[in-house]
């Protein structure tokens, strides 16, 4: 039987344990104010040593301190990134203990917090991603989905993110949550012209746009629906498991997916990708001829065929659903520039047979009879290339291909005013 003293004993180490926590967080709240690092330092790790024997209010207090000092110190270190993922994950603390609770006083505040951090998350993920710092990316992008699983959008971009880390067993997760989202990534973009510049801007929604338009500085309002990404998705996910070996586990992925969306043409090229990487052109042609006799005049359909089949090295096949593209939208750049690049590989073999041959009569005349053909090549090519720079006046790659072939036909003054537009 416990005696009295023993019973006031342990009344009285759990008072002074009760007050202890209160100190620290009271602590804690005043070091923040101060701004002074060490202190902040030092007071957060005194309260999260005391923190096991905590209420779940004072839990509370704690972690929303505990996300107001990361975000703190995300403005004052180099690790901003990993700061403001600490502070995420505190503030969504805070709203998870509080779900359980009738008093939600930390809550309201947290959420807006996470709002705003939700922002600096992915503008952080974006310098990551573009200087190759994919896993750090990566981390942002999720957490940045975590804040708001309805911003499905983040985690896309996180599973591409662990794609090009190599992190495969990462971007397999993703990749089977957006599944069972049944991700499609469409949606609507908002666009507009601005008067003074005749320059198209996007706008992330239709109410914002429509407040441009209606303040007189912007006309031409427009919008248009995003292609589908699930056809991405299920490509990307089924080439990791072929990786992985676990090539049948691919197939029926994307057989389950076609019959969840058969509307959905970027899941049939998918597949018939993945065909063709096996070599298997019975499936894939047949893949092919299913998905045209649904959509025999979709542009961007027959633009991924074009891309599939010269893949595929049928190159005639390439060529005819590059003009088809054309055919029914003149400035659809891309099938202008494969079609060009289709057309040039041409040249590779007739260099090739060129530099073979000798100084004999029969292999000058042959010489002869191949520039020839290389000039006739070059004079068809033109138009193409001259097209996508038409369309697009920046793309220096086609604008340098374009000046090669300008300067073999001896077509100088053509080569230096182009030249003039790179300088």
């Known amino acids: 039987m416990k005696s009295k003293y023993a019973i006031a004993l342990a009344i009285s180490v759990i008072t002074m344990s009760t007050f202890a ?71 969504q603390e805070v709203i998870e203990i509080e779900k359980k609770g ?21 503008d952080e993920a974006i310098k990551d991603n573009n200087a190759k710092r994919f896993k750090n990316g990566t981390v942002k992008l999720y957490e940045a989905y975590n804040i708001n699983k309805q ?36 949606a609507i973009q908002y666009f507009a012209t601005e008067k ?8 992330r929604s239709k109410a914002e746009r429509d407040l441009f338009v209606k303040a007189g500085t912007h006309h031409k309002p427009r919008q248009q629906k995003t292609t589908s990404k699930r056809g991405e998705i299920y490509r990307n996910y089924a080439l990791i498991l072929v990786q992985k070996g676990e090539v049948a586990k691919a197939k029926a992925a994307l057989v389950e997916a076609r ?9 049939a090229i998918a597949e018939s990708n993945l065909y063709l990487d096996e070599g298997d052109f019975v499936s894939y042609k047949k893949i092919v001829e299913e998905v045209l006799s649904k959509n025999p005049n979709d542009p961007d359909l027959l633009y991924n065929l ?20 054309i055919e029914i939208n003149k400035n659809y750049k891309n099938a202008y520039k494969n079609l060009a690049i289709l057309k040039l590989d041409a040249d590779t073999k007739m260099v090739e047979e060129m530099n073979k041959l000798g100084i004999s009569a029969k292999d000058n005349k042959r010489y002869d009879e191949i520039k020839k053909e290389r000039e006739k090549l070059f004079v068809s090519v033109m138009p193409l290339l001259e097209k996508v720079i038409e369309l697009d006046p920046k793309d220096s790659e086609t604008k340098q291909t374009l000046m090669n072939l300008y300067s073999t036909l001896d077509m100088t003054d053509k080569y230096k005013a182009l030249k003039a537009t790179m300088d």
């Open 196 to 203: 003074a510049t005749d320059e198209e801007s996007e706008y």
């Open 259 to 267: 019959k969840s969306n058969p509307d959905d043409t970027s899941l």
């Open 151 to 186: 911003d499905t959008l983040y985690l896309y971009y996180a599973a591409n993110g662990a794609v090009n880390d190599g992190d495969y067993d990462t971007a397999l997760k993703y990749y089977d949550e957006l599944k069972r989202l049944n991700f499609s990534g469409i």
């Open 21 to 91: 926590q209160k100190d620290e967080l009271k602590a804690l709240e005043k070091a923040l104010k101060s701004t002074d690092d060490q202190m902040i330092k030092t007071s957060l790790a005194n309260a999260e040593n005391v923190l096991a024997n905590a209420t779940d209010a004072e839990k509370s207090q704690f972690y929303f301190l505990k996300g107001n000092a990361m975000m703190f110190f995300s403005k004052r270190t180099s690790d901003k990134g990993e700061k403001l993922v600490q502070a995420s994950k505190s503030y």
């Open 102 to 122: 009738s008093k939600q006083k930390f809550s309201a505040p947290a959420k807006e917090a996470l709002t705003a951090l939700q922002a600096e998350l992915v």
């Open 306 to 325: 074009g891309v599939v089949s010269s893949k595929a090295g049928n190159n005639e096949e390439a060529e005819k659903y590059y003009l088809q593209v």
